[in-house]
């Protein structure tokens, strides 16, 4: 037998929710992500279903085979928050203008950049998958070391497009303080300020990284 509800609340990082109980004063029924049909999009609260009701070990009921009903919300993409954005296009910008006023920036932050920005986005994905699916996640202490690391834009370019850890308050204020202190400590490291013997390892590798680029780029 199948019923007809309206989702009542959905937690997309975690992959599951609750449909308005189809009985007056009846207890919501719990629906998990792997319940819906593939390839139709995330649901959004309000959205319309049609479902079966399948009973678990501990007599407790959830939705089985649910099927869309009416507009699909998730076809209308959200907005991303414009805090988000606006960080991820000032704050690189600022970032760089300080550094380039204090003096050379070393080649090997651009590459440090740019593969912490990369496992920090896949890693947010692999566990935006498992909170889908119910498996291993990734804990939060490591996304946010991948943002201290320099993987912060990968991560809020994560954060936007896949909507994962977006909506946790206590998440948003660690990974935004990790942000500003990887943003402080490179501009240190790109200033006058900085101690010669740590700015010369710094040039040590950077110049080790431009003979090996020069070197793959002759083979």
Sequence with gaps: MRFEGVLASWNDDRGFGFIKSPQPGGKDVFVHISA?????????????????LVLEEGGKLRAAEVELRGPDRSRSPALPKKGSLLALLLLPALHLWITANWGKVPLIFPLLYGVASLAAFLA????????????????????????????????????????????????????????????????????????????????????????????LSGV
């Design 36 to 52: 819906f049909p593939p390839g139709r999009g995330r649901p959004g609260v309000g959205q319309r279903l049609s479902y079966e």
């Design 124 to 215: 947010y994905a692999v566990d935006k998958r498992a909170a889908q699916r119910g498996g291993w996640r990734i804990q939060e202490s490591t996304l946010h070391l991948l943002g201290l690391a320099g993987g912060w834009p990968g991560a809020v370019l994560a954060q936007v497009l896949l909507r994962h850890k977006s909506q946790k308050t206590s998440f948003r204020v660690v990974f935004w303080l990790s942000v500003l202190i990887n943003l402080s400590l490179v501009a240190y490291l790109c200033s006058p300020y900085c101690k010669p013997e740590l700015r010369h390892t710094i040039d040590v590798f950077s110049s080790a990284f431009a003979r090996s680029n020069r070197h």
